[in-house]
């Protein structure tokens, strides 16, 4: 396979991008460098193109079921990646990550049962436990020289006091953590002992750096109820074609979390989003290979330019995703503060640490997934904005 050129500027805007057209509504001006929302400004493996071309000759756009090869390319991929063995039966296929933990929490628990979350966490996982009316229990992640733990004395006086379900992000977003097995399997313990479910989002395992390795949970949990939540969106830039997939080997489980999303009349078959699946599954590899080296010298050079000239910004270390994690507290800026500071001081639009929960106030979060000319810039102004206000 040839090089892959991720230098390649692609004009995004007026194609509807939420990243770049909803500049003007969500941060004030709409010339902001957007780094904010988790999709990446580089172009899809050619093979997805080539697949939705192809489908899209064939004028006839109706309704879709699941072939054998989605789950066959899903199967393989997981197996070949991951070492992990996913038996087909137990592939419900979604239409998103978020909506399938609506779904799942609903199904699997009753209104006002506890549901745990480990901020600073991905937003939305708040917002499944609050908005299916469930008492949302929060066990924060603790810093320990720069990498995120989890409280296992916490977590377990909560399981033991009645909660019934953990949401777990795996890998960490925002935090870029890679769980070990150590870590998974002492979740997996007290999940054991208090008959607590857990959901796990691993939307981002495809996307882990050398000298890391992602393990899926259910892959460590025998007896333990373990959901897993995954799609090829994130890995392959195809978020926007809305299909994702939960692992559930209970068959109870994928039943009642099935006649939730059947009460919804949703569906993720598209046959759009079904080709690209199957396409990058069975020939993106190559190019996530490249990408993940790509990724990796974006985030040494940015932990290195602001280390070199303005080390009050630290960058965590990154484990996975694309997702830098920035400490923003030896700026002495309030979260207003940080805000204004970066959209209408640097130019440069991020998420807020505050969105992600308790423990996110001061921190800022970097999507690094774009060209490098376009990160050096906006670091560049971080830099000069910085200078200039002091």
């Known amino acids: 396979m040839s090089k892959i050129d991720f230098d390649l500027l692609i004009d995004r805007s007026g194609t509807y991008s939420l990243k770049y057209d909803a ?17 990446m400004d580089f172009a899809a493996p050619e093979a997805v193109t080539n697949a939705l071309t192809s489908r899209a000759e064939h004028p006839v756009y109706g309704y879709s079921e699941y072939p054998e090869a989605l789950y066959q390319a899903t199967q393989e991929w997981f197996q070949r990646r991951h070492q992990w063995q996913i038996d087909s039966q137990h592939i419900l296929i979604c239409p998103g990550v978020v909506p399938s933990l ?17 901020p600073p966490v991905y937003f939305p996982f708040f917002s499944a436990v609050t908005e299916t009316q469930r008492d949302l229990i929060l066990n924060p992640l603790r810093l320990v020289d720069d990498y995120y733990q989890i409280n296992y004395e916490q977590l377990a006086e909560q399981a033991a006091a009645g909660a019934k379900m953990l949401l777990l992000c795996s890998p960490h977003n925002p935090g870029g953590r890679v769980w070990t097995e150590t870590e998974l399997t002492k979740l997996l313990d007290i ?42 969106s994130k890995t392959f830039n195809i978020a926007g074609l809305g299909m994702s997939m939960l692992i559930v080997p209970n068959t109870e489980h994928k039943k009642a979390i099935e006649s939730v999303f059947n009460s919804w009349h949703v569906s993720a078959a598209n046959p759009f989003s079904i080709e690209a699946t199957i396409a990058a599954y069975q020939h993106g590899e190559q190019w996530l290979d490249q990408l ?35 400490d923003c507290q030896d700026l002495q800026l ?57």
């Open 292 to 326: 993940l080296v790509y990724l990796q010298q974006t985030y040494n050079w940015v932990q290195d330019y602001f280390a070199e000239h303005l080390p009050k910004i630290r960058v965590l270390p990154l484990q996975s995703t694309y997702l830098l994690w920035l």
């Open 23 to 39: 500049r003007k509504r969500l941060f004030g001006r709409e010339d902001a460098i957007p780094l904010w929302v988790a999709d």
């Open 191 to 232: 999940a054991r002992q208090y008959q607590l479910i857990i959901i796990s989002d691993e939307i981002h395992a495809d996307l882990v750096f050398q000298g890391q390795k992602h393990i899926p949970l259910a892959s460590l949990a025998d007896d333990v109820p373990v959901i897993t939540a995954v799609s090829a």
């Open 102 to 118: 609506h779904a799942t929490i609903m199904a699997l628990t009753e209104e006002h049962d506890q549901v745990i979350a480990q």
């Open 334 to 390: 309030d979260d207003k503060q940080l805000r204004t500071f970066f959209v209408q001081q640097a130019g440069v639009a991020m998420n807020p640490g505050a969105m992600f929960g308790e423990g996110g106030s001061g921190f800022m979060r970097m999507n690094i997934a774009a060209p490098r000319a376009i990160i050096e810039q906006a670091c560049q102004q971080i830099v000069l904005a910085w200078g200039s206000v002091q």
